[in-house]
């Protein structure tokens, strides 16, 4: 099969390739996927505590190209926007954007799921941290 | 992908300068079980049946059908005496899918009044599996032996299978993924002994490395030109008549060529090459599959004494000499694939198949599905050179690490996490 450029940029430039602290209270770990179904991207994030805004974004992904691309640009996709507006990122835009073939867009949909997923143990742990504030926000 | 040839210079996208001082032609063809170049002497071969010598070897009364007929017949002679056969015993098709498909139904056909009862294995081709799949929907019992971690077929297994309703076995000499060499030997005498056919799709081992259907007591084997440096679209079967004779029904009607088993004008350039791809085979057969072993030793060493959890998949000892089949734990087999771009191999990872599913062959030796996504198949063949075995270990050795920085199995294993013992978050497949 045949890669888009952006696909093959990616995957040769990944873009925040890396790990934050798991038990820093700012960031957040999402880990999607499963070895057996030969995809599994870990996203984190690092959300300024103020500003609810993604100051910084790591990913590790075991996967083929278009799963290593979906999870690189989801983390540039992610800086510098708030929480909400990342939640709001959807995965259609993410194979518009790499041209990903039907048969690649499981990778897309995964990558979404693992901005979910950080963006969920974030919370969970501010819900811990700083109870009252997340209801307000709400 | 480019299949422009160049000679190697850093032409892939990549960071860093690969050393490459011998002038290797990109990209490397190093996956010849799928299939393989012709051999310039089989082109030279097949030339003249195309223009001068086109006779349709079936004329019988004229030069342009005895030249024709006589270049098969040749062909006929050589194939025979590859695998210690006589040339009557020879019956051409268009290649091994035919092959199997005349020799299970064929078989199961003529024998249905004897007994409903095939005996196969998990780790065969499609074309046998399928093929027997067919023929459980008309009747047919089928027993699909497993395989021993090593992907050998359990001995005791198949006696215990064998009944009195059995009537065929069918076993492949050397499978395509794995390159393991099946006992085959002992499955034929086997047979012999409980008076089943036995047929062997011998398409990977043929020429590679020695089968002789005497001493093997073969009855039916498969055959085909394009793995064995000769052309696709002819293939053959070899059928036993003495000691005893087997008889098939055969699936193409019209004309009775080929004794009444396989009607249908003769591919006579296809065939002339297939003869000519065997008798080279015989000849430099034993030097060639020592130096296949010692090229793929060489690859196999290479990448193995720079990497850490790397496992060949199969058999180490019974195997075909050009065939290395290994897994990359925590990298995924695509991504490894689209790093080493320029060099021609496949894997065994779901991503690459046109099902979706992870390799059933390497399922059946017990390999984690994890594992099966993270194997590539290295095959090697005639016109590989060491040079190419050097450049294709740096390549692969250089991808998988960087894939592995990638990779967070690769950071949690590192971590001293238990990876079978995490409860994975399961993804909308």
């Known amino acids: ?138 | 992908m480019s299949t422009d040839v160049k000679t190697a210079t850093p032409t892939s996208q990549h960071n860093g300068q690969h050393p490459n001082p011998n002038g290797i032609k990109l990209p490397i063809y190093m996956d010849n079980h799928a299939t393989t170049p012709m051999d310039p002497r089989v082109l030279e071969e097949m030339l003249p049946y195309f223009m001068e010598k086109f006779g349709n070897s079936a004329s019988r009364n004229h030069p342009f059908g005895w030249v024709a007929e006589e270049a098969v017949e040749l062909s006929r002679e050589r194939i025979a005496k590859l695998i210690g056969a006589s040339a009557k015993e020879i019956i051409f098709t268009s290649g091994a899918t035919e092959s199997d498909n005349l020799a299970i139904k064929g078989v199961a056909e003529m024998y249905r009044e004897k007994g409903n009862h095939i005996i196969t294995a998990v780790t065969e081709h499609k074309a046998v599996l399928d093929t027997c799949k067919h023929l459980e929907k008309y009747g047919f019992r089928v027993t699909y032996l497993p395989v021993q971690k090593d992907g050998l077929v359990d001995l005791d297994d198949l006696k215990r299978a064998i009944d009195d309703k059995t009537i065929l076995v069918t076993i492949m000499a050397a499978n395509n993924e794995i390159g393991v060499l099946q006992p085959i030997a002992e499955i034929g005498k086997l047979c012999r002994e409980r008076g089943v056919v036995f047929h062997t799709d011998a398409v990977q081992a043929i020429g590679k490395v020695p089968v002789d259907v005497n001493k093997m007591s073969i009855d039916v084997a498969s055959i085909t030109g394009h793995k064995l440096y000769g052309p696709k679209g002819a293939g053959a079967l070899y059928v036993r008549r003495k000691n005893p004779r087997v008889q098939l029904v055969p699936l193409i009607d019209g004309g009775g060529h080929e004794r009444g088993m396989r009607s249908g004008t003769l591919n006579v350039p296809g065939i002339a090459g297939l003869g000519k791809a065997c008798a080279i085979a015989q000849e430099e057969m034993p030097l060639e599959s020592v130096r296949m072993a010692a090229m793929r030793d060489r690859l196999k060493h290479s990448i193995m004494s720079r990497l850490d959890e790397v496992y060949v998949n199969g058999s180490e000892e019974h195997r075909l000499p050009g065939n290395l089949n290994i897994s990359f734990a925590y990298v995924e087999g695509e991504s490894l694939l689209m790093g080493i771009n320029d060099i021609a191999v496949s894997s065994g990872s779901a991503c690459t198949s046109a099902t979706l599913e992870p390799s059933y062959v390497l399922k059946a030796l017990g390999t984690g599905d994890d594992l099966a996504h993270s194997s590539i198949r290295f095959g090697i063949g005639r016109f590989n050179t060491e040079a190419e075995i050097d450049y294709v270990a740096d390549r692969v050795v250089e991808t998988v690490s960087r894939l592995r920085e990638l990779s967070p199995l690769y950071e949690m294993a590192k971590e001293g996490v238990d990876l079978k013992s995490v409860k994975w978050a399961a993804e909308a497949h």
Request: aromatic letters at 4%; hydrophobic letters at 40%; a neutral charge.
């Open chain 1, 1 to 138: 099969m045949s890669y888009s450029d952006k696909v093959i940029d990616h995957y040769n430039n990944p873009r925040n390739v890396g790990s934050m602290d798991k038990k820093d209270s700012d960031v957040g770990t999402g880990l999607v996927g499963a070895p057996e179904c030969g995809d599994v991207m870990k996203l984190q994030i690092k959300v300024n505590p103020q500003t609810n805004v993604i100051e910084d974004a790591k990913f590790k992904t075991f996967g083929c190209g278009s799963a290593i691309a979906s999870s690189s640009l989801a983390t540039e996709w992610v800086k510098g926007k708030t929480i909400d507006e990342a939640l709001a990122i959807k995965n259609t835009e993410i194979v518009k954007e790499l041209a990903l073939p039907p048969v690649k867009i499981h990778c897309s949909v995964l990558a979404e799921d693992a901005i979910r997923a950080a963006i969920g143990d974030w919370k969970k742990k501010q819900e811990a941290v700083r109870p009252a504030e997340m209801q307000a926000a709400q």
